[in-house]
C-alpha cells in the first residue's frame, strides 16, 4: 500500500551511465536483486553516510574508496551486511573483487552497497554469480529496472528526473531511492542513487549534495529509526563539458536547486511508500526562532507514535499534536501565542482548542489521504517542512514478519 500516484516517472538517460541488474536470489528469486552501475572515466562522486555507529561493512569501504573516484556502483538488495564484523568487510571486499576482475579495474573503483536483513552474512557467491549477467544489461536506459533492484519492502520503485538549460547547455539529473521503514536520516537516508552530466568539481558537488539532502531525505520520518546502511551517492559524468558550473555562480545556484528538487521528489516517495503507511503528512513549522528550532518541532510531531495512529484511525485527536508541540523543547514558548492548523481547519488558539473548532471539521480533514499539519510558533521567522505518514497495523505485521 502506497499514498498517490504509483505510475513511475519518465527518466531521462544521463550520458556517462550505464546501468544493469540481475537476479542473485539473495533473499528471493521472483525479480532482480543486483545492481551494477557503470560511470565514465571522468566522473566524480559525492556521497553522504549514515551516522548509526553499527554502520554497514559496504559503508566503510564506501567512504574509504570514494577518494578514488569510483567508476563502478554495485548494490545488492535482500541483505544488509551489517552486523557482520570482520567477515561483513571481508564478503563485501570480495564482492567488489569479482566486479573489478570483470571489468580490469582495481576493487578500490567500486563503491558497495547493501539492505536488507541485518546480521547475516553476505551471499558473496550468489553476486559473483549474478554479475556477469548484470553487465551484460548494462544499458543507459535501465533506471526503472535499477529502481527495482534496490527494493526491499518497498510496494514501488522510487524515482525522479529532470533536464533544464545552463547557458544554452541542457542539463540531465536522474535518480532513484529505496526506503519503506527504519526511515529517520540523519545525514542523508535508506538508499539513493542520483546522477547528473553536467561537469563540476568534486568538492563543490559535495556541497550541493549536503544542501540537497539537508532540505530532503534529512526532513522525514517513517519510524524514527536510522539504518546501519544510509547512504546517498551524486555522481557528475561531466559529459556536458561545454559549460564547467563553477562556484558563486548563478549556473550553481540553479543546478543545486535542481538536485535539491530531485531529492525532494525522492524523499517524497519513500514517505509515501512507508511501511503500511494510508496517509502522507506534511508537518509545516512557521515562524520560528530559528530553522533548528522548527525541525525539531517538527520532528517531535511527525516521529510521535499517537500522532501517528491518529491519523491512522482518521480520530482529530489534535491534542496529541499540541502536546507534542508542548514536549518539543522550545524554551520560553509562548502557548497563548501560537496556533496549529489542520490543513486550514485552526484546532489550537489562544492556548487551548480553537473557539471556532468543530469535531466535524476536523473529522473532515483527518478523512483524506494527504494532510498539512501547520504550526505557526509567532516568535521569528524561520520556516522547515518534515514529511511523515501515519502508523498502520501494517507496519507493526511487515515488521514482525520481516524475516519470514
Not at 540523519?186 to 539532502?213: S, Y
Amino acid at each position: 500500500m502506497a499514498v498517490g500516484d504509483s505510475q513511475f516517472p519518465v527518466m531521462h538517460p544521463v550520458s556517462g551511465v550505464q546501468l544493469g541488474t540481475a537476479c542473485a536470489g539473495i533473499k528471493q528469486n521472483e525479480r532482480d536483486d543486483l545492481l551494477v552501475m557503470k560511470l565514465s572515466d571522468k566522473a566524480v562522486c559525492a556521497a553522504l553516510f549514515t551516522q548509526n555507529a553499527f554502520c554497514a561493512a559496504p559503508v566503510l569501504i564506501a567512504r574509504k574508496h570514494l577518494t578514488t573516484q569510483p567508476r563502478w556502483l554495485l548494490v545488492n538488495s535482500g541483505n544488509a551486511n551489517a552486523g557482520t564484523g570482520k567477515q561483513g568487510v571481508k564478503d563485501a571486499l570480495q564482492a567488489c573483487h569479482f566486479l573489478a576482475e570483470k571489468e580490469g579495474a582495481s576493487t578500490e573503483k567500486i563503491l558497495p552497497f547493501s539492505t536488507g536483513v541485518i546480521g547475516e552474512n553476505l551471499p558473496v557467491a550468489k553476486i559473483e554469480k549474478a554479475i556477469p549477467a548484470a553487465l551484460v544489461s548494462l544499458s543507459a536506459e535501465n533506471w526503472e529496472a535499477a529502481a527495482n533492484a534496490i527494493m526491499t519492502t518497498d510496494s514501488r520503485p522510487k524515482g525522479a528526473s529532470q533536464q533544464f538549460e545552463l547557458q544554452g547547455q541542457k542539463i540531465t539529473i536522474t535518480g532513484i531511492s529505496k526506503g519503506s521503514g527504519m526511515i529517520h536520516p540523519n545525514m542523508a537516508t535508506m538508499l539513493a542513487f542520483i546522477a547528473t552530466d553536467a561537469l563540476i568539481d568534486q568538492a563543490l558537488l559535495q556541497q550541493c549534495l549536503k544542501k540537497a539532502v539537508d532540505l530532503s531525505f534529512n526532513c522525514i520520518s517513517v519510524d524514527g529509526d536510522t539504518s546501519t546502511n544510509d547512504a546517498c551517492v551524486l555522481a557528475a559524468t561531466g559529459c556536458v563539458d561545454q559549460l564547467e558550473i563553477k562556484p558563486e555562480t548563478r549556473e550553481l545556484e540553479l543546478f543545486s536547486d535542481a538536485l535539491t528538487m530531485i531529492c525532494k521528489r525522492l524523499a517524497e516517495e519513500i514517505i509515501r511508500d512507508g511501511e503500511g503507511a494510508t496517509k502522507l503528512i506534511r508537518v509545516f513549522v512557521e515562524n520560528a526562532a530559528s530553522e533548528a528550532e522548527a525541525k525539531q518541532v517538527a520532528m517531535v510531531v511527525a516521529q510521535s507514535p499517537l500522532v501517528k495512529t491518529a491519523f491512522f484511525a482518521a480520530d482529530p485527536n489534535w491534542g496529541r499534536i499540541l502536546a507534542a508541540v508542548g514536549r518539543a523543547g522550545v524554551e520560553q514558548l509562548n502557548i497563548d501565542a501560537l496556533t496549529i492548523w489542520l490543513n486550514d481547519v485552526c484546532i489550537v488558539r489562544d492556548g487551548g482548542r480553537a473557539a471556532d473548532y468543530s469535531e466535524a471539521a476536523g473529522q473532515a480533514v483527518m478523512s483524506q489521504d494527504e494532510i498539512t499539519i501547520r504550526i505557526d510558533l509567532a516568535r521569528g521567522n524561520c520556516n522547515q517542512e518534515v514529511l511523515s505518514c501515519d502508523l498502520s497495523y501494517d507496519y507493526v505485521r511487515i515488521n514482525a514478519e520481516y524475516r519470514t
